[in-house]
C-alpha cells in the first residue's frame, strides 16, 4: 500500500537550513504529485508547496518562495524539502504528502524546532 | 489567494448524534474541496474529495455536499473516534496554490 515514510525531527538554530525528506512506496512515483505542509504547535494546516516528481515542476506558497527549495530524487522515490534562514516561528511538524488535488496520503510528519 | 472559513470553530455534539460542519470560499472553487480529520498525534486523513466523494475505507456515516463557495461535511451517527479536528481544503487551481480552513474542533457534549 502506499507510504510515505519521513526523516528524523531536526533542531536548528535561527539563520540556518534544514532539510526534510518524504520516501515514498508502493506506487507510481511519477504519477502522482507531492506536497509539503507544515502545522505549527497548536494550529492549522499550512500549505508550503508542490512538485511534480515526473517533470521536477513546482509551485511554492507566496510566503515561503524566497526560502524553499523543492527536489526529488527519481532513483530513489524520494521529495526533499529545504527550507533556508530559519526563524523561531517555523517550528513546526511538516508533513508530506502524495498529491492530485486533494492529498490522499500522508507521511508521520517531520518535527522541525528552531531555537538559540 | 482563495480564503477558506469554517464554521463553528468548536462544535460540541453528543455521541450518536449528526454533526453539520461548513466552509466557505472567497470565491467559486466548483467542486475541487477535500475534507480531512485529524487525531490529536496524528497525521491528517482524508474523508472527502470532490466535495461529495468519499475517499476508500472512509465509513458511509461521512457526506459531503456542496458547490461553489458553500460546503458541508455531515457526521450522521458520532462515534467516540470521530471527536477531532476537521479541515476543508480547496485546489481549484491544483497544482497551484492549495489553501486550507483553520479548522473545525468537534469535542463530545
Known amino acids: 500500500q502506499v507510504h510515505l515514510e519521513q526523516s528524523g525531527a531536526e533542531v536548528k538554530k535561527p539563520g540556518a537550513s534544514v532539510k526534510v525528506s518524504c520516501k515514498a512506496s508502493g506506487y507510481t512515483w511519477t504519477s502522482y504529485g507531492i506536497s509539503w505542509v507544515r502545522q505549527a504547535p497548536g494550529q492549522g494546516l499550512e500549505w508550503v508547496g508542490w512538485i511534480n516528481p515526473y517533470n521536477g515542476l513546482t509551485d511554492y506558497a507566496q510566503k515561503f518562495r524566497d526560502r524553499v527549495i523543492m527536489t526529488t530524487d527519481t532513483s530513489t522515490n524520494t521529495a526533499y524539502m529545504e527550507l533556508r534562514t530559519l526563524k523561531s516561528d517555523d517550528t513546526a511538524l511538516y508533513y508530506c504528502?502524495?498529491?492530485?488535488?486533494?492529498?490522499?496520503?500522508w507521511g508521520q510528519g517531520t518535527l522541525v524546532t528552531v531555537s538559540s | 489567494e482563495i480564503v477558506m472559513t469554517q464554521s463553528p470553530a468548536t462544535l460540541s455534539v453528543s455521541p450518536g448524534e449528526r454533526a453539520t460542519l461548513s466552509c466557505r470560499a472567497s470565491q467559486s472553487i466548483s467542486s475541487n474541496l477535500a475534507w480531512y480529520q485529524q487525531r490529536p498525534g496524528q497525521a491528517p486523513r482524508l474523508l472527502i474529495y470532490d466535495a461529495s466523494t468519499r475517499a476508500t475505507g472512509i465509513p458511509a456515516r461521512f457526506s459531503g455536499s456542496g458547490s461553489g463557495t458553500e460546503f458541508t461535511l455531515t457526521i450522521s451517527s458520532l462515534q467516540s473516534e470521530d471527536f477531532a479536528v476537521y479541515y476543508c481544503?480547496?485546489?481549484?487551481?491544483?497544482?497551484?496554490?492549495?489553501?486550507f480552513g483553520q479548522g473545525t474542533k468537534l469535542e463530545i457534549k
Open positions: 504528502a502524495r498529491a492530485r488535488g486533494e492529498f490522499d496520503s
Open positions: 481544503q480547496q485546489y481549484n487551481n491544483w497544482p497551484l496554490a492549495y489553501t
